[in-house]
């Protein structure tokens, strides 16, 4: 069982303590595991490619899933890749949630919550509280809940007794899923202790970093990111929001909601907000197609929505106010400025008035030739 479990949450305590035990040194990971480093490599290839990690879980002595794992975050660390870095991360929250979904043992739900993330939490199965079997300490909650930025995780609306937060099995699996996301981002290998590699690592390395140099080529020539005069118009709350979206990290739904409605009511296109989400490490293009069609009124019942206004990005941790004294004092050379209440009148006021300035400067250039 313990074979089992390290090498379906090869991110785990246990799992760690396993691989110290074998005293592994990864210069010679190529030679002596060879299946496992071939496999990692692939896998890595596969996530740049938006594919997932296979589902079947690998205890073989020749390719167990733990030195699978191991060899991956090295290469990821001698990548320095936000983007790659996002995709394993989250890879691995996914079949996370996929896998306790699937066993429903709860010693694997307790041994990830106390032993590595070190929470909390107790098993109510025996308690009158059936339908939140679990209980976890609200501030273990809150190191995580806050992520998916959705009124049904605010503390507020939590069963809460004594300091104990009442949850159902699928919401403490979601909780540690997500846990795992932020876990293996917040587990780095200090610089200080990545030895030399030896030249066998090299063509590895050369054609993932060339594999990544051409996926971020073509997602930043999409007309968002590389129109410079749109660029400088956005406000905060959106270059905020594309920025996470460019580097991989997976959007919560609200803010893939406020991009795309924000994203449409400039006028970008259906196909143009959808390239957006291809660096969404869940992106289906069939189905983001879909939801931004409906966005934009082309299904369903033919309404377009429009951006959220300033109130309601506050309220779910979007709104960047304190990086822009528009969004806090208002357009200042107009009169009685006001704070901005909704991003589209922010982008409309830059737009208007970076066209004043460009007016007036082919008014001075003009005046140049004429005298």
């Given at each position: ?21 074998l ?34 879980i ?10 699978v794992?191991?060899i ?29 979904l ?19 939490v ?15 300490k ?53 610089q ?67 991009l ?5 009511n ?12 291809k ?10 197609h ?14 377009k ?7 309601k ?16 004092k ?31 400067e ?10």
């Amino acid at each position: 069982m313990q074979n089992i479990f390290i090498n379906s949450f090869p991110f785990s305590k246990q799992a760690s303590e396993h691989l110290r035990e074998l005293e592994i040194d990864i210069r010679t990971l190529p030679e002596n595991f060879p299946n496992s480093f071939h496999e990692a490599y692939n896998r890595l290839i596969s996530l740049i490619e938006m594919k997932d990690l296979p589902e079947k879980i690998n205890t073989s002595l020749t390719s167990p899933e733990v030195i699978v794992y191991a060899i991956m975050r090295v290469f990821i660390e001698i990548l320095n890749d936000e983007f790659i870095r996002n995709r394993f991360a989250v890879a691995y929250s996914k079949r996370t949630e996929k896998l306790l979904l699937a066993s429903k043992l709860s010693k694997y739900f307790e041994s990830l919550a106390k032993n590595t993330f070190l929470w909390v939490v107790e098993d109510e199965e025996h308690t009158i509280t059936r339908t939140t079997r679990w209980k976890i300490k609200f501030y273990n909650f809150l190191e995580t809940a806050p992520s998916f930025m959705a009124n049904d995780w605010k503390l507020i609306n939590q069963a809460m007794i004594d300091g104990w937060v009442f949850l159902t099995e699928e919401k403490l699996i979601r909780l540690i899923a997500e846990k795992t996301k932020l876990y293996i981002l917040n587990r780095r290998i200090p610089q200080s202790e990545m030895p030399t590699l030896p030249a066998s690592y090299d063509s590895y390395l050369d054609t993932l970093n060339t594999r990544l140099a051409a996926q971020r080529k073509q997602y930043e020539s999409q007309r968002v990111f590389s129109n410079e005069v749109i660029k400088k118009a956005y406000p905060p709350c959106v270059n905020e929001t594309l920025a996470k979206a460019k580097s991989g990290e997976n959007l919560a739904h609200p803010e893939r909601l406020f991009l795309t409605f924000f994203l449409l009511n400039i006028g970008h296109s259906v196909s143009e907000v959808v390239d957006i989400f291809k660096n969404q490490p869940d992106f289906n293009e069939e189905m983001t197609h879909y939801q931004v069609e409906f966005a934009d009124g082309k299904r369903g019942g033919g309404t377009k929505y429009t951006s959220f206004g300033c109130p309601k990005l506050l309220s779910y941790g979007i709104c960047k106010r304190e990086l822009d004294s528009w969004c806090s004092k208002g357009v200042l050379p107009w009169k009685n400025p006001k704070p901005i209440k909704n991003p589209l009148v922010y982008y409309k006021a830059k737009i208007f008035l970076m066209e004043i300035d460009k007016s007036k400067e082919k008014e001075d250039k003009s005046g140049e030739k004429n005298g």
